[in-house]
């Protein structure tokens, strides 16, 4: 099993930024690829970055946050950031941080228990 802890969700103003971390523990080595996603109210969770956990960062983004929020990793410390700039309100949301394996959909992966992100305008 993988374990995943979210951090640094918060209120900020509009235009700010704020970074979000995700410590990953226990099984790591099954780790392929670490995404961050988002919930707004009643709505389903959607896509927003993901990276490769080893290797070279492949990284990808939902076309929402491209240019404004990059994905990366650490890891030595076993965790994944999320920088947020140019935050808006429509960013309002909870985090979370999941990962899958090789072959398989976040969906069947393991999940953090997110961390809310409020950005008032």
């Known amino acids: 099993q993988v374990q995943l802890v979210e951090s640094g969700g918060r209120l900020v103003q509009a235009g700010e930024s704020l970074r979000l971390s995700c410590v990953a523990s226990?099984?790591?080595?099954?780790?392929?690829?670490m995404g961050w996603f988002r919930q707004f109210p009643g709505k389903e969770r959607e896509f927003v970055a993901g990276i490769s956990w080893s290797g070279s960062s492949n990284t990808n983004y939902a076309d929402s946050v491209k240019g404004r929020f990059t994905i990366s990793r650490d890891n030595a410390k076993n965790t994944v950031y999320l920088q947020m700039n140019s935050l808006k309100p429509e960013d309002t949301a909870v985090y979370y941080c999941?990962?899958?394996?090789?072959?398989?959909?976040?969906?069947?992966?393991?999940w953090g228990q997110g961390t809310q992100v409020t950005v008032s305008s």
């Open positions: 226990g099984r790591t080595v099954s780790i392929y690829r």
């Open positions: 999941a990962v899958r394996n090789s072959g398989s959909r976040y969906e069947n992966g393991y």
